[in-house]
């Protein structure tokens, strides 16, 4: 509530000690250990090749999770080791070529 009755929309910071779990298990970041909050942004999703489902990607303030700041640089340094979806690839099993990436 806003002080006139009115319940506005939550963000990040309403969220407090008490604060309910995430679906990774464990308790929301906002609530536990981020002293200020990174900028997320949906090219992050895309890197960790997440659905685009607004349910996926949002947190319980409706926002972008806020980890996805901190599992972005993984993603990206991984991706630019991959080879590239369409390339010829040799393995142990002889040659082949990369139809997609894993999440």
């Known amino acids: 509530m806003d002080g006139t ?3 506005g929309r939550l963000t990040r910071s309403d969220f407090g000690p008490s604060a309910p779990c995430s679906p990774c298990g464990r308790e929301l ?13 949906i090219k992050m999703a895309k890197h960790q ?4 489902s ?6 319980q303030c409706g926002r972008l999770k806020c980890c996805l700041v901190y599992e972005d ?9 991959l080879p590239r979806v369409g390339r010829r ?10 139809d997609q990436r894993a999440a």
Not at 29 to 41: G, K, N, W
Not at 49 to 52: G, K, P
Not at 89 to 98: C, K, Y
């Open 54 to 59: 607004p349910t996926r990607v949002s947190g």
């Open 73 to 81: 640089a993984s993603y990206v340094e991984a991706a630019a080791a």
């Open 29 to 41: 970041c906002c609530s536990t250990f981020l002293p200020r909050f990174a900028p997320v942004s």
């Open 89 to 98: 690839v040799e393995t142990p099993d002889g040659a082949g070529r990369v």
């Open 5 to 7: 009755g009115s319940i």
């Open 49 to 52: 090749n997440l659905a685009m």
